[in-house]
């Protein structure tokens, strides 16, 4: 059997983070992600709103860095969970539980951009478990540093003529 959604969107609200009562965090938040196609009748995208729930060091992690408006990828699986509302009535309701939380845009394309849907690059972190980096689509190649003074160490030229393939 497989369970796995893949998700990207804007966090429509900042991630609430609660901890339990053994202190395991865990964070809250939901994501407005557009369909790939648009309504017959306008022509409009719809949008779908989905609640995200994230456990221990992935949340921490998310309410850290994510704030509303801010473009995340979400991994995970989708829960079902059954309840009983204040009247009594049986209710359900879907959540996906988030593995783990990408950065979905740079930090510099989402200032000043709270709400807003200006397209980001796709890459980031990884911090449910095992962290990766990359640079994001769009973004300036990072430039080597130079050494510092008084450094044994000094700066090669990339000349690959030499090299056989």
């Known amino acids: 059997m497989l369970n796995h959604i893949v998700l990207m969107g804007r966090l429509t609200r900042d991630p609430e983070l609660r901890r339990t009562g053994s202190g395991v965090a865990v964070a809250s ?21 989905i609640d995200i729930v994230a456990w221990r060091s992935t949340a921490e992690f998310v309410s850290k860095y994510f704030t509303k408006g801010r473009m995340a990828v979400v991994s995970g699986r989708l829960q079902i969970r059954n309840w009983t509302d204040k009247e009594g009535n049986k209710r359900r309701s879907a959540e996906v539980v988030a593995d783990n939380v990408y950065f979905g845009d740079s930090k510099r394309d989402s200032q000043g951009q709270e709400g807003g849907y200006q397209q980001g690059g796709f890459g980031g972190q990884n ?39």
Do not use: C, I, K
Request: charged share 25%.
């Open 29 to 49: 938040f939901s994501l407005a992600v557009d369909r790939d196609f648009g309504n017959r009748e306008s022509g409009e995208r719809e949008t779908d709103f």
């Open 127 to 165: 911090y449910g478990g095992s962290q990766t980096f990359s640079q994001g689509y769009g973004a300036p190649a990072p430039q080597p540093a130079a050494p510092a003074p008084g450094s044994d160490f000094a700066m090669l030229e990339d000349d690959d003529s030499e090299l056989p393939f």
